[in-house]
């Protein structure tokens, strides 16, 4: 592992920062209350600390080796009482030595002044190291731990994604299926408008969103493949702001909440069902409304709202809300609407 103050300056001049401050405290120490000569204050505190602060840049390496995760609690004491020990006497007679070759008679290394200061400042210099072995370990289980929760939340996507064109294909080859036997134009128009229509869903496997204007093109392919088998018995119409169109939303999130629509209206009456799309900007909100009449009269059918659920679970997974998503029932109208946190590109 890198030593943390040489990734970058900003951390050397930190480390050489705290020295210095130490370096400061230690110099009036002996000048105001060991009546040291500030000449010889200013000696002592320059060897003495010039020499702890290489040491102890150097402690860096035996903490990253030994760390409490690695060791015993025993094993890791008895590993710094003789780091300690070493590191202390090293830095002693060193520092006696030099100190003594420029300082004579009473200014000479004091022990009992320096030592204990020393040991204090390996353990807090120590604590550092831990404390920075520490944040590094969980910056580094946060950024795993995102890593697997973007992972999950791609995967989960992909999934929802893949569950749309299977269940739209499954329904259009069935309407073609129909159409053969009714009439060959019309099945061949259908095919081309589902290669159109498929197309446009290959385009977007990876994109989390797509311009407004992108998804209504679609959908305006998809009504017409639908228009193609039900004929006079369908029609819609939008309703928007032309700013709206540059609005990034989910790709091929519409194309549920329509294919319910007509699987649950046109599918269902013997006389035209209606769809209604509206689309503004509502606060920090892009709202889309789509509603469809029905009739009363007819027996819905139970379904597996496949699609809605798959529609919530993908604004839940994107946006983080649950309540991205609500559906109605008044008289004979059918609503759902979207609210889209507004985004634009």
Not at 30 to 42: D, F, G, P, R, T
Not at 46 to 75: A, E
Not at 125 to 137: A, E, M, R, T, V
Not at 268 to 294: C, G, P, W
Request: proline letters at 3%.
């Amino acid at each position: 592992m890198q030593h943390p103050f040489l990734q970058n300056l900003k951390g050397l001049f930190i480390y050489l920062g705290m020295w210095v401050i130490v370096g400061i405290i230690h110099f009036l120490v002996l000048v105001y209350l060991k009546e040291m000569s500030w000449v010889n204050a200013l000696i002592t505190s320059l060897i003495s600390n010039g020499i702890f602060s290489v040491l102890g840049f150097f402690l860096w390496y035996t903490v990253s080796y030994n760390r409490p995760t690695k060791s015993i609690i025993s094993n890791l004491f008895f590993s710094h009482l003789l780091i300690a020990s070493t590191t202390i006497l090293i830095w002693y007679s060193l520092s006696n030595f030099l100190i003594g070759q420029i300082i004579e008679g009473k200014d000479k290394f004091v022990t009992s002044v320096v030592i204990p200061p020393m040991v204090f400042f390996y353990i807090i210099l120590i604590l550092i190291y831990y404390l920075i072995i520490y944040y590094k370990d969980l910056q580094g289980k946060l950024q795993d731990e995102n890593f697997l929760k973007e992972s999950l939340r791609t995967t989960e996507l992909n999934l929802l994604k893949s569950q749309i064109n299977p269940h739209f294909l499954f329904n259009s080859l069935n309407s073609i299926s129909s159409l053969t036997h009714i009439s060959a134009t019309k099945a061949n128009e259908m095919i081309q408008s589902l290669s159109e229509y498929l197309r446009y869903s290959i385009s977007f496997p990876d994109k989390e969103r797509v311009e407004l204007r992108t998804e209504i093109d679609n959908i305006h392919r998809f009504l017409a493949i639908e228009k193609i088998r039900f004929g006079d018995r369908l029609s819609y119409e939008f309703s928007y702001d032309i700013a709206c169109l540059d609005t990034l939303i989910p790709p091929m999130i519409l194309q549920p909440i329509f294919e319910n629509a007509v699987k649950h209206g046109v599918y269902e009456s013997i006389d035209t069902i209606h769809i209604a799309t509206r689309m503004e900007k509502k606060e920090q909100y892009l709202e889309i409304v789509v509603e469809n009449n029905f009739e009363v009269s007819t027996s819905p059918k139970t379904g597996t709202k496949l699609g809605l659920r798959n529609c919530s679970d993908r604004l839940r997974i994107l946006y983080g809300n649950e309540n991205l998503i609500q559906t109605s029932v008044v008289g004979n109208i059918y609503s759902a609407k979207l609210l889209i946190p507004y985004e634009l590109k």
